[in-house]
């Protein structure tokens, strides 16, 4: 069976990408920052392998990618991020969480895809996906998601460096939107629930070909503007 590596797994989209990758039986390694989120993920069978992992935190990744040397990776899904303070307008802007947000959504998804880039290469599938939005594309961008907007900008930026720079290994590297979910952080008013917008992501993941390299889709399949 095919092993995913899935980054922040205890909640929301993370949570349910585990769900259905557990249910269809692949191989799985959960990150989490806290252990509240351990048993729900261990629930899901035998084949989840939950690690605590921060994804802001260099040394915690750097012990993530010792532990898990020598482990072939097939699909890694960059998933962990956070929206930041909302509500910001130009005048009142929060530096401080906008580095934040930046570190997190940013560094981190780049930092756990150089540190684990042999573990991908090592798999089959040879895959990375980076959770972008769409409130990344700046030909879409609106006023007011500053910090959010700007973070996701930068990850798929770093996602088409990425996909240049793994051309040659044979890995895929995609950013993905999983459209306007009711998570936590999607908020209960909008219309995609977790399960549709997984299961969209799943199927266009496991169609994507070398080809698809750098590109940024929907969860539908869709491509999007940068």
């Known amino acids: 069976m095919p092993t995913v590596l899935i980054t922040g797994a205890g909640r929301g989209l993370g949570l349910e990408l585990a769900r259905q990758y557990a249910a269809d039986g692949w191989k799985m390694i959960a990150t989490i920052r806290k252990h509240d989120a351990k048993a729900t993920l261990q629930a899901l069978g035998p084949g989840v392998d939950v690690r605590l992992a921060d994804v802001a ?88 998601d500053y910090l959010y907007g700007s973070s996701k900008a930068a990850l798929n930026a770093v996602t088409r460096a990425f996909s240049s720079a793994l051309a040659a290994r044979g890995i895929v590297v995609v950013a993905m939107s999983p459209g306007w979910v009711r998570t936590d952080m999607g908020g209960a008013g909008a219309p995609l629930a ?14 994507l070909s070398r080809q698809d390299s750098g590109r940024f889709l929907s969860y539908d399949g869709s491509e999007i503007p940068w």
């Open 57 to 144: 935190d260099r040394g915690s990744i750097g012990r993530l990618a010792a532990d898990l040397r020598g482990v072939p990776i097939d699909v890694l899904f960059n998933n962990a991020g956070i929206y930041g303070p909302s509500g910001l307008s130009l005048g009142k802007l929060d530096y401080g969480a906008w580095e934040q947000v930046l570190r997190v959504n940013v560094l981190g998804p780049a930092a756990v895809s150089e540190a684990l880039v042999d573990n991908v290469a090592a798999s089959g599938r040879r895959t990375i996906v980076m959770m972008s939005s769409r409130l990344g594309s700046i030909e879409e961008m609106r006023a007011g």
């Open 194 to 207: 977790p399960e549709t917008s997984v299961a969209g992501m799943r199927k266009v993941i496991a169609g």
